[in-house]
């Protein structure tokens, strides 16, 4: 018998050799396997970061720890905001892109600025700090986001006339809600901004959960929205896109107006 067959047979070969399998198995496992994307990204560094400069940017309208201000009675040196616990990271990223938070002023809608005062891993610091205080909606995939390869704008335009057009007008030109408040044009509005309004219903808007509208549903809304926009006015000016009442009425008053203007001069100069 040579030693290596001797040692095959000591009673704690089999054992090493399965905890060798174990280890081969679990470490290819560990570097093959396919890592949650949103979750990976964040670190406890970004946390951390994020809670500070939401201590400094936002705590005085929203809480110290995003808990919210709900009675702003009395109290001077805070002002209103709505607890941000299960807000999650989709409501973040579409609030500070889109330059509406951190609000300036307390008014009746925090409107739309173009300049965003904050870098992108900024942004996504803080959205990584609201997102640990609770589950709540996270970041669009770019798959759903790829409105140009794989939406389909026709289905998308009867989601959005029987689901936006009410507030936002049948040409997406916007409109005025009560109290103030409106809903905005959503020309020039980029696709990730279009989906996360839909998925965290910022302020007026109704919360299109993936129930309401699946992930597909919402890139094909993006689809017509957008290529509403690309298309523009082909028959000249859009007069304000209010949809065929805006456009008959049109014809009626210029149209009408005019062939009557001319057979009332006509008449004059043949009399
Ligand atoms: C001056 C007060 C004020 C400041 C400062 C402020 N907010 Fe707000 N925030 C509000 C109010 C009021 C609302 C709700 C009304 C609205 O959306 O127009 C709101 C709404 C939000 C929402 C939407 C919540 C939801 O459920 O969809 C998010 C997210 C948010 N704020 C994040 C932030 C972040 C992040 C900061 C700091 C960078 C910030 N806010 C700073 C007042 C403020
Ligand atoms: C009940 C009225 C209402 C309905 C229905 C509605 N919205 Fe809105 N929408 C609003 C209001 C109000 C705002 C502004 C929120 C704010 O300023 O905080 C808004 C904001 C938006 C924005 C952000 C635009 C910008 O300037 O950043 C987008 C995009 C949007 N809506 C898309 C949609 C889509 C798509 C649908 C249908 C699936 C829809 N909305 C349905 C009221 C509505």
């Known amino acids: 018998m040579n030693a290596l067959a001797a040692r095959r047979r000591h009673p704690a070969a089999i054992a090493l050799l399965l905890m060798l399998a174990l280890v081969v198995t679990g470490g290819l496992y560990a570097?093959?396997?396919?890592?949650?994307?949103?979750?990976a990204a964040v670190t406890a560094?970004?946390?951390?970061?994020?809670?500070?400069?939401?201590?400094?940017?936002?705590?005085s309208c929203h809480g110290l720890n995003a808990e919210g201000n709900e009675l702003p009675i009395n109290d001077t040196k805070n002002a209103f905001g709505p607890s941000l616990?299960?807000?999650?990271?989709?409501?973040?990223?579409?609030?500070?892109e889109t330059g509406r938070m951190p609000m300036a002023a307390p008014g009746p809608q925090a409107p739309r600025v173009d300049k965003v005062k904050f870098t992108p891993e900024q942004i996504d610091a803080i959205a990584a700090y609201v997102a640990?205080?609770?589950?709540?909606?996270?970041?669009?995939?770019?798959?759903?986001?790829?409105?140009?390869?794989?939406?389909?704008?026709?289905?998308?335009?009867?989601?959005?006339?029987?689901?936006?057009?009410?507030?936002?007008?049948?040409?997406?030109?916007?409109g005025a809600l009560t109290r103030g408040k409106h809903a905005p044009p959503l020309d020039g509005v980029e696709p990730v901004h279009i989906y996360e309004a839909m998925l965290t219903g910022p302020q007026n808007m109704p919360?299109?959960?993936?129930?309401?509208?699946?992930?597909?549903?919402?890139?094909?809304?993006?689809?017509?929205?957008?290529?509403?926009?690309?298309?523009?006015?082909?028959?000249?000016?859009?007069?304000?896109?209010y949809g065929p009442a805006?456009?008959?009425?049109?014809?009626?008053?210029?149209?009408?107006?005019?062939m009557i203007g001319t057979a009332v001069w006509l008449g004059q100069k043949g009399a």
């Open 85 to 96: 616990v299960g807000a999650g990271a989709a409501a973040v990223h579409f609030q500070m």
């Open 31 to 39: 570097a093959l396997a396919p890592k949650p994307a949103s979750a």
């Open 132 to 174: 640990s205080l609770g589950p709540g909606p996270a970041r669009p995939d770019e798959e759903w986001l790829d409105w140009e390869g794989q939406g389909n704008a026709g289905r998308g335009g009867t989601i959005y006339r029987s689901n936006c057009a009410m507030c936002h007008s049948s040409a997406a030109a916007g």
């Open 246 to 258: 805006s456009e008959g009425m049109f014809i009626w008053l210029f149209g009408l107006g005019i």
């Open 207 to 241: 919360v299109f959960n993936d129930q309401n509208l699946t992930p597909e549903d919402k890139r094909d809304v993006i689809a017509y929205v957008k290529e509403m926009h690309a298309v523009g006015s082909p028959g000249g000016i859009g007069l304000g896109g």
């Open 45 to 59: 560094d970004q946390v951390e970061e994020g809670q500070a400069l939401f201590r400094a940017n936002c705590a």
